[in-house]
């Protein structure tokens, strides 16, 4: 919750629109939300607004916070071309902010019936400008019939402030649990990553690495640029829990590519960034999938289900790995975890944000090959691979952890994720930071693994 004033600290009024901590203090998108609702008190008594204006400056965030209209604060044009992570994290800012304009909606309302008290007097709040856009009707309200100076900064401040927390939560599936860090500044002390971020997803293919990095910023405000702290990651933990790609609790079939999930950990106690073992996998050993033996009892599943679970690492100058130590029969295997999060994230799959074609007739449908043994393929040295044409690994009724190991053991060019009872297709698009697929029949590049695995789950 936000904290509230003491005798210590100095009260809401003049300059001052928030008690935050000089050293900063960690709230949710709700509670910092609420500690922003003295700056549209402010914006309603020096403007004198009433019921009627509520509604002009409800369609202003709206407007500020969604995709494609003339006011957006996130210039985003994704599409079924888009790369897939512009298309997760447009997806989020959608969700986000609508969310985001309905707590506005009932804050005017309810600030406009039962305003909140200011001791040290009327706000005047020096803003600096960002450049959102604003409505004609909002223009007209603020700066024209009864608005000004104090009014339009006072605005702009708590508009700004909500834009940039839409954009801090973008990298997380559950952006109502993270825990912001939050200054006498509010959110502004990320702009300088906010802007580092957005820049390369609007005028690039973003990288995982850099939606790590911003929402570890977010949460802990250790920097990103020049130097960033430690290296790059595919996740981290801080004070009180780890951001870790979504995957992890989700199906590999349709678990997001790039978002993280907050996990709330008592145990974490310092700021630690999660790294691949392998930093270059173009370098790893290779296992051709010809040289390991069939599966028993192909096409059909393994005999006997893998277990497996993560461990993490020790900690060493701010960073760790982990890995999935899986078992069966008495044999056991580990796969690096972030090889294998590079793997789901590469892998081609027949979901609604892939276009896909089938397969001429003489491929995997007509004469299917045998399928390689999961266990032998998850203990192979290095990274398994062909040249030799297309090669199916069966693991229908194995678990989601171990499909997830599975893909951090191929290695990751020219992947397909199989539902058992889907039609065999040829993704004709790729991730975003993938290879481009060089499959070809005279052996210049990778050959197709396919991974079959079990339908998604229905409720």
Known sequence: MPIAPTPSTPALGGSRWNTFPAAGTALTARDFFTATEPLLQGVIDDNALTAADGEVLETQIRATLALGTRETSLPLAVGPGSAPAARELGAQAEEIGHELASWAAAALERLLADRIALPAGPLIVRSHCYGHLLTPPATDLLLGRRGGPVTMQLYNEWLHQVVLLRDALLPFTNWQDVPLLITPTGLRHIEPARDAFLTELLVRRIRHTSIVAFARHAVTGTPIAPNPS??????????????????????????????????????????????????????????????????????????????????????????????????????????????????????????????????????????????????????????????????????????????????????????????????????????????????????????????????????
């Open 230 to 459: 430690g290296p790059a990651g595919y996740g981290f933990e801080s004070s009180g829990g780890t951001a870790l790609p979504a995957v992890l609790d989700q199906p590999p079939l349709t678990a997001p590519r790039y978002l993280l999930t907050w996990r709330p950990d008592p145990a974490a106690d310092e700021t630690v960034t999660h790294v691949a073992e392998l930093r270059d996998y173009y370098a790893a050993p290779r296992t051709l999938v010809e040289h390991l033996p069939p599966a028993t009892a192909a096409p059909g599943p393994l005999t006997g289900r893998i277990t497996g679970r993560i461990v993490a690492g020790p900690v060493a100058d701010g960073a760790r790995t982990a890995a999935i130590e899986l078992a069966h029969d008495g044999a056991t295997a580990r796969v690096d975890l972030g090889q294998a999060l590079r793997g789901h994230r590469f892998a081609h799959r027949p979901d609604g944000a892939t276009s896909a074609e089938a397969l001429p007739a003489d491929a995997l449908a007509a004469d299917p090959p045998a399928a390689t043994d999961v266990w032998t393929a998850l203990r192979a040295p290095g990274l398994v691979w062909t040249e030799a044409g297309d090669a199916v690994l069966d693991a229908t009724g194995q678990g989601d952890l171990v499909v997830l190991a599975l893909l951090g053991r191929l290695y990751p060019e020219n992947v397909t994720l199989h539902p058992a009872d889907h039609p065999v297709t040829h993704p004709t698009d790729h991730p975003a930071d993938h290879p481009t697929d060089r499959a070809t029949a005279s052996g210049n590049g990778p050959s197709r693994l396919v991974a079959r695995i079990d339908p998604p789950r229905t409720s």
